[in-house]
């Protein structure tokens, strides 16, 4: 297994103070420990492994799931918490030069579809994710970022059918919002949810459907025989008929080799405060539940949670060390401080990072992967997994099943390019985060 960032990325270590770890647990899965076979085995016990394994489950498959670690220890279980729209980093007016204007609205429908899934999920397994927040809202850093806002607000209208709330500074503090933003706009599709609650209780409807989890469990390499796959692992082998790859930024460069130069890991960072009294929302004079971010390239998301602490996240160092780790977390604090100066004094004990998965050409990729018929892979979502990632596994369930009720974009189902640089490739994002953090000024 090769890996392209420093091991500590790896390791415990990231998640060592993570708060929702605080809120939910499960037993261990056990480690495979014999030979075993399935029509499918699906590597990565994420949304997108997870959401794989229900549905081809529910369409009669056997299935096998293996996790190197345990389900929802990668991007699943640390992330923010946001469930909406977002997937892809491609310009609107890219997406429609490449796509034409049916393939972008094909696209954009997509991620409402995928919003919809999750709540589908959530409501018919009773899955209890403490839920909030009526849509997102992105709030404007700069005056000029108000720009177009109207203009965003009939493109939701057209596509969607739903009427986004567009305001001014001065609508800030009645909505509970006050900040040091000039405004923004609310698209009422979406909500919050704490990652972990969500992504366990999925594991537990995943058994219940009958597929097997194992956890523990690293696959070390797949070969091809007799027209199936054999999965390697230290403890034992899984013999499968089709292979679903779900490891997004957690990714090997060799299993498969396809997968060498196509992602590109990224940090993200996250604190949370203590509970915060009545008295130190009036100070900031923040009461929404909103999940909100703003307008940066490099951005900050936010949400006061259901039991009033208050979520902060950032897009972290492109260095994984464990010294770069410790600095992001002073970095993330002097943010914090800036944006919501009432809370300048409120702690923040909690403190963890992890990947987010980009593509070389900022779409997500759902599909088989060519030259390798019957190895399916999903990933790059961009730092919307909550959502996409659920709708992406159950989209490549469809695909090995032969069947066709989910919406699938081209934009999708695009292989991505490789680009070169091998483990090298990263430093390429040193100079695009320049260029963002120039944009964002």
């Known amino acids: 297994m090769t ?15 993570c708060f929702w770890n605080e809120t939910a647990s499960a037993a261990p899965r056990a480690a495979l420990s014999r030979d075993i076979a399935a029509d499918v085995a699906v590597i990565g016990g994420g949304y997108t492994g997870l959401s794989a394994a229900l549905h081809l489950a529910e369409a009669g498959r056997s299935v096998v799931l293996l996790e190197e670690k345990q389900p929802g220890w990668g991007a699943s279980g640390r992330n923010g918490g ?19 204007d049916v393939g ?45 806002l109207e203009d965003e607000a009939r493109e939701v209208k057209k596509l969607f059918g739903v009427d986004a709330d567009v305001f001014g500074q001065d609508g800030l503090a009645e909505r509970g919002m006050n900040g040091a933003f000039y405004g923004g706009i609310t698209t009422p599709i979406g909500f919050g949810l704490n990652p972990k609650k969500y992504v366990l209780q999925l594991a537990d409807v995943v058994e219940n459907a009958g597929a097997r989890i194992f956890g523990d469990t690293a696959v070390t390499c797949i070969e091809g025989e007799d027209g199936a796959f054999v999965l390697h ?9 089709k292979v679903v790859m779900a490891t997004n930024g957690y990714s090997s460069e060799n299993i498969p080799n396809w997968m060498r130069g196509r992602y590109f890991p990224a940090q993200s960072s996250v604190i949370v ?18 999940m909100a971010y703003d307008t940066r390239n490099l951005l900050h998301y936010f949400r006061l949670m259901p039991d009033r602490r208050f979520l902060f996240g950032m897009r972290g160092g ?4 464990r010294r770069v780790h410790h600095a992001i977390k ?3 604090r002097k943010d914090f401080e800036t944006m919501f100066p009432g809370w300048a004094n409120v702690e923040t004990p909690w403190y963890w990072s992890g990947f987010v998965c980009y593509a070389p050409d900022m779409t997500p990729f759902v599909g088989e992967i060519p030259g390798s018929a019957g190895i399916f892979a999903s990933y790059a979502y961009h730092g919307n997994g909550v959502a996409l990632g659920s709708y992406s596994g159950a989209l ?30 990263r430093l390429a994002m040193y100079p695009a985060y320049l260029g963002y953090r120039v944009l964002d000024l």
Not at 3 to 17: K, Q
Not at 86 to 100: E, Y
Not at 318 to 321: F, G, M, V
């Open 330 to 332: 002073g970095s993330i």
């Open 82 to 100: 946001f469930c909406c729209r977002g997937g892809s980093k491609m310009s609107g007016a890219k997406m429609r030069r490449r796509f034409g």
């Open 233 to 241: 692992t230290p403890q034992g082998k899984v013999r499968a008929g």
């Open 273 to 290: 405060t203590r509970p915060l009294s009545d008295k130190d929302l009036e100070a900031q004079g923040w009461t929404s539940d909103q």
């Open 3 to 17: 890996r392209i960032c420093d091991p500590f990325a790896y390791s415990e270590e990231p998640v060592e103070t």
């Open 396 to 425: 490549l369930a469809e695909q090995i099943a032969g069947k066709s009720t989910l919406r699938q974009p081209d934009v999708l189902t695009t292989p991505p390019r490789r680009t070169p640089g091998g483990s090298y490739r």
């Open 318 to 321: 492109l260095a994984t060390s």
């Open 104 to 148: 972008y609205r094909d696209y954009q429908l997509t991620e409402r579809d995928a919003v919809d899934l999750v709540a589908d999920l959530i409501s018919r397994h009773g899955i209890q994710a403490d839920i909030h927040s009526n849509g997102e809202t992105s709030l404007a850093h700069r005056p000029k970022d108000l720009r177009g």
